[in-house]
């Protein structure tokens, strides 16, 4: 299996194994590519590009999956929970108050959060590499009976 590697025209600060893996998620983070740090890793809000435009590593095969969203849900419930219980504490607003606050506030948190926390998944898993997925095998089928 042969894996991918930055070509020879890459810049000189281009991934190499020594690479922090602080380094590449920040800048997936940033929406710079976390092979080169020139690049961009969005082609819109979250899509992420084919390949980077500078040194041509594959972003697009890399499947971030649910990862994102579940660290955006769990970063914004840590943000915004404690200050939602403290209200409801301190002055006891009524229940269509907290939803007419904490809704929109959560939908605003969670579309900020989305596209950094996206980036850096994607910058961490360049670490694992670009190799392509594995080819999907048949099921196997019923057993063989040598005996009929
Ligand atoms: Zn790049």
Not at 3 to 21: F, G, K, L, Q, V
Not at 127 to 148: I, M, N, T, Y
Request: with cysteine; glycine share 8%.
């Amino acid at each position: 299996m042969t894996r991918w590697e930055p070509a020879r025209s890459a810049p000189a600060h281009a991934i190499t194994p020594a690479t922090s893996a602080w380094t590449v998620i920040g800048r997936g983070m940033r929406n710079r590519c976390p092979v080169c740090g020139e690049g961009k890793v969005f082609n819109g809000y979250l899509r992420v590009v084919d390949e980077c435009e500078v040194c041509h590593a594959p972003l697009g095969s890399l499947r971030a999956d649910d990862l994102p969203p579940y660290i955006t849900i769990f970063v914004a419930g840590h943000i915004l929970f404690p200050p939602v219980l403290w209200v409801e504490k301190a002055w006891m607003p009524p229940m269509w108050l907290h939803m007419a606050v904490w809704l929109p506030a959560f939908t605003i948190a969670c579309i900020l959060l989305l596209r950094p926390i996206k980036g850096a998944v994607v910058g961490w898993m360049t670490r694992l590499g670009f190799d392509p997925p594995p080819e999907v095998k048949a099921p196997p089928g019923p057993p063989r009976s040598d005996h009929a």
